[in-house]
């Protein structure tokens, strides 16, 4: 019986990625991190916001069991990823204070938690757009130059590999809670305002703008649409009393994620020299969502914090009744965020599908 190809990957990967290991170098030099909740690391504790995760009881797993700011009981995906990638830590959030000296040169998260491709998914929460997180990113990189030089930050900066991670709040905090919004566009319609969003992020045709691809960005993986009705908060929002997923903010995400890809594709022909990977986490997370024993879970459908319902930011707290002691048997950390134990399997996942980034 011969390997299956997602078998025969990671064997391919971990042999690479130990050969790597054992010269002590990450694979590339550095890990630049863009977009939402999912994968901030801490920037909005720094923002007069709401969408806050700094804390107890988030990041009680951690590795300091302290809260960080990161909507996890413990490592983001992209956490596991730069260990994956070789990194013996973690891109520190661009607007902390751990954001200093030579801890940049190996990259940094300029993620948001309530950003998403549509600037007002942001500006509604106070969040950092993600025209702003190509700022921050600018200014990332005029430091990596006085530190580093001009030449090897150009290395740094075009071997380095950057991760999107937008898409998801644009629908669940914007498009099916503001009637504003829901009543202008059809999900079609409004997956297509994403799309020029998410083209003008990686490359823009309008020369006073920042994005990606001009600013030397490379090696460029973006990351789909999870199963968002099967979150917990929209079965309890949006469910109707039933305990299943919401099939038609399913279907929603399917037909995002088609335009994601042919939307990447159309880019990846256009611009030279550049990588670009969309990480499909709709199906390893409905695995999990589907088949919670098959992949070492005992819940799929109520999140560990408090009731596990609905549940996230500041009403998932000390106070909230009812979280579970054992967050490893959840697929859910909170109403919307996968727990670390979820986050391990999802990065397994990524390090597969982005091979053809290192």
Known sequence: MGFSRSVWGVFVAAAVFAY???????????????????????????????????????????????????????????????????????PPAYLSQEANGKSILAGANFASAASGYYDSTAQLYRAITLQQQLGYYKEWQSKVASLAGKAKAN?????????????????????????????????????????????????????????????????????????????PASITMYGGGNNQCV?????????????????S???KSKLPGLKLVVFDIYQPLLD????????GFFESRRACCGTGTLETSYLCNESSIGTCSNATEYVFWDGFHPSQAANDKLAQSLLVQGFDLI
């Open 265 to 267: 594709q159309s880019l």
């Open 247 to 263: 099939e038609r903010m399913n279907q929603d995400a399917i037909s995002y994620n088609k335009k994601l890809s042919s939307t």
């Open 20 to 90: 790597e290991a054992a010269k002590g170098e990450p694979m590339v030099p550095s890990l630049c991190i863009f977009g939402d909740s999912v994968v901030d690391s801490g920037n909005n504790n720094n923002l007069n916001t709401v969408i806050k995760a700094n804390f107890p009881p988030y990041g009680r797993d951690f590795v300091n069991h302290q809260p960080t700011g990161r909507f996890c009981n413990g490592k983001l995906a992209t956490d596991f990823t730069a260990e994956n990638l070789g990194f013996t830590s973690y």
């Open 288 to 295: 999990l969502i589907t088949k919670p024993s098959e992949n």
């Open 155 to 231: 290395n740094i900066i075009s071997g380095g590999i950057h991760l999107v991670s937008a898409g998801t709040s644009d629908f669940i905090q914007n498009y099916y809670v503001n009637p504003m919004v829901c009543r202008a566009y059809t999900p079609d319609q409004f997956s297509d305002l994403l799309m020029q969003s998410y083209t003008t992020f990686i490359q823009v045709t309008y020369l006073t703008w920042q994005n990606l691809y001009e600013l030397g960005a490379r090696r460029i993986g973006v990351t789909n649409l999870p199963p968002t009705g099967c979150l």
